[in-house]
Structure formats: structure tokens, C-alpha cells
């Protein structure tokens, strides 16, 4: 059986194996003849709206042969809905990366979230890879890039945050990103209703509303704090790069998006605007120039000569 084509997959056809994941809204679980495919369970089906569900499994399916793939390797997209006599009880998707976790001192596998690159690293995770100052940088460049893909097909992600992005740097730097299921196309409701997690909430967004507006102000967090190695960095806070990662260029155009992003709701820097940033091809407001002083005339030199009415080459 496979998933690739979008078909809804009966419940009961499913063999549960272990559960490596328990969040908020639902439980993950590995699949037995399932190859690399996990399925996420619904806590509470009945609050599901499976349309939106099915929304989301059709942008993967609408997408060419190509993109497709990059979406697969980019994140843990909906791939199916899982059903049970005739209600969305989940649904199916790829498993992250091994590239993604790690193995901490008691044996457990773990992912590598977002988390550990905004703190110094630690004794009880030392065998996450730590990034150099290049790398870290490369990270930030293609979070932006995944994002501001999924921005030009339409979609809103809802929820960002140091939980549900993941990364790696072997064999080089790439992002992974997690709780698609939150995602929706511009104008349409959620699978279910919007999370936000604390201290990546957009403060300035209406009650209940979430638009790409809000999507940039979250990405703005996410890139200062990973930039910064800073769990609480935020736009319109003190921000200080670690050394090597910005150069002098970049890292004012970073200081200048991010206080744009500390603006107004509606009014935040697009992730266009974040990629022309990282590449270092910021415009740079020049100031206008000064004319040359004239240099002083002798008025003398000149009556001389209207008196004569000739010019000669002596003059």
C-alpha cells in the first residue's frame, strides 16, 4: 500500500507500532510495512476539519514531480488523510531525516529541534553537532528559503516555533520542518483550531487572527535568536550576532529588518526581503553628495580684460 497518491487509507488497515511522539493535538506512531511513513492520531477527531485536512494532502499532489520531492525532504507534509467510518481520525507522513536526531546518554533517540541552536550547548546533549559560524549561517539562509517557498504556493504555516523546526549539518546545513498539519491556504480555516507557543506568539496580531504577517514576525524571531544563539532574542530587542556569523554588510541589514519587523501588524518585512538581506544585496542608502566649492574669481583679471576687449592667450 502506498501513500503517494493522496487516497484516504482506512484506520483499520494500519498495524500501530510504537508511539514516538505526543503532543498537544495528537500522538505519532511508527507503522508496521510502512517503510519511512509515520501516521499522527487525533486526539479529538470530531474537532477535526477534515476539508482543511484534504486541502493540504492536494497542494502536495498539485505540485510538479520535482518540487514534490523537495517539499518530502523539507518537511513532514500530509501526505494522506487516515479515516474511520467516515471520519478524519489523522493522517499519514514521512518520517523526519536520521541526519535530524540523535542519541542522548540513556539510549533514546531524539529529534534535533530548533531548541538546540539558540542556547550554549550542553553536557546532556553534547552529541548534537554544533554548527560553525558559517553553518549557522547557512541554517538561517535555507529556514528562509523553506519559508518563503511556502509563502509564494499561498500557505499561512500558523505556527513556528523551536519545537517544530529541525536541523542538521552532515553531511551539510538543512532545515526540516514539523506540524505541517497546521498549515492552511491563504483565507481558509485550519485542520484544527490555531496553536501558538509561548514566547513565539506574534503580540501585535488581533485575537484569533493568524496571516503571513504574523508567519514573518515568527520567522524574524526564529532568525535573530538562531543568528544570536539567543533563546529570548526578538525584534525590537538589543540584538548581538555571534561572532563570524554576519558580516558587517549583512549584519545591518539584519538590524534593519529587524526593526521593521517590530512594526505594526500587516506591515513586516516578507522573506524576500530576509533572503535579499542574507545574500548581501541590500540596497545602501547613500547620502546626497556635496558640490565642489567654485573656486574664488580675481574680478580684477576680468575688468582688465573687458576693457581691452580682447582676450589673449597670455590672459
Known amino acids: 500500500m502506498s501513500a503517494d497518491d493522496g487516497a484516504d487509507v482506512p484506520l483499520g488497515s494500519l498495524r500501530l507500532l510504537d508511539r514516538i511522539g505526543d503532543g498537544g493535538q495528537g500522538e ?7 517503510s519511512g511513513v509515520l501516521y499522527k492520531s487525533y486526539r479529538e477527531p470530531r474537532r ?8 493540504l494532502v492536494a497542494v502536495r499532489r498539485a505540485l510538479e514531480p520535482g518540487d514534490r520531492d523537495r517539499l518530502d525532504a523539507e518537511a513532514a507534509w500530509p501526505l494522506c488523510r487516515v479515516t474511520d467510518g467516515g471520519q478524519v481520525t489523522g493522517f499519514l507522513m514521512h518520517r523526519a531525516p536520521s541526519t535530524m536526531m540523535w542519541r542522548a546518554s540513556n539510549g533514546d533517540t531524539k529529534l534535533t ?18 554548527p560553525s559560524p558559517g553553518e549557522r549561517y547557512d541554517l538561517v539562509v535555507a529556514l528562509v528559503e523553506l519559508l518563503d517557498r511556502l509563502h509564494t504556493m499561498g500557505l499561512v504555516l ?11 549539518v ?16 491563504a483565507g481558509r480555516e485550519p485542520v484544527l483550531a490555531q496553536a ?3 514566547d513565539w506568539n506574534d503580540p501585535k496580531a488581533p485575537p484569533g487572527l493568524v496571516t503571513v504577517d504574523s508567519d514573518r514576525y515568527k520567522a524574524a524571531l526564529a532568525l535573530a535568536r538562531i543568528l544570536a544563539q539567543d533563546a529570548y532574542a526578538a525584534p525590537g530587542k538589543p540584538f548581538v550576532p555571534l561572532p563570524g556569523v554576519l558580516d558587517e554588510r549583512r549584519e545591518a541589514a539584519v538590524r534593519r529588518l529587524l526593526g521593521q519587523a517590530a512594526g505594526d501588524f500587516g506591515t513586516r518585512p516578507d522573506l524576500g526581503q530576509w533572503r535579499t538581506a542574507l545574500a548581501g544585496r541590500d ?15 580675481d574680478r580684477s583679471k576680468f575688468d582688465e580684460i573687458r576693457q581691452r576687449g580682447t582676450i589673449s592667450l597670455r590672459d
Open 158 to 168: 500558523g505556527d513556528l516555533s523551536q519545537a517544530n523546526v529541525l536541523w542538521t
Open 170 to 185: 552532515r553531511p551539510g546545513p538543512a532545515v526540516y520542518l514539523l506540524d505541517c498539519d497546521g498549515a492552511r491556504p
Open 196 to 198: 501558538d507557543t509561548i
Open 48 to 55: 477535526v476539519d477534515g476539508d482543511a485536512l484534504a486541502a
Open 113 to 130: 529541534e530548533l531548541a538546540f541552536l539558540l542556547r550554549p550547548p550542553k553536557r546532556a546533549w553534547q552529541e548534537v553537532v554544533q
Open 283 to 297: 540596497v545602501i542608502k547613500l547620502t546626497a553628495a556635496t558640490p565642489a566649492p567654485r573656486p574664488m574669481v
Open 28 to 34: 505519532v506512531y511508527t507503522l508496521g510495512g510502512w
